[in-house]
């Protein structure tokens, strides 16, 4: 994907979700360094992995079955 193009589409997740993609992404933070960081569980921050890429990917996203 062109890079201005996920620039542009990220912006419109929400503040929490878009941070914690772009230090997983970018700057290839494990979710263990962005649960400290961000003072969260590591659950909380797989969870907010999930909810970012599937609303950049929108409805035509699939997973794998048994996942939400």
Known sequence: MD???LA???TG?????R???FCASSL???VERIAGDF???SDV???RLHD???RLLGPTASCPPGMP
């Open 3 to 5: 890079p201005r193009r």
């Open 8 to 10: 542009q589409a990220m």
């Open 13 to 17: 997740l929400p503040a929490d979700e």
């Open 19 to 21: 941070e914690i993609l």
């Open 28 to 30: 290839r933070w494990s």
């Open 39 to 41: 003072d969260l569980s």
């Open 45 to 47: 921050v797989k969870l």
């Open 52 to 54: 970012a890429l599937r």
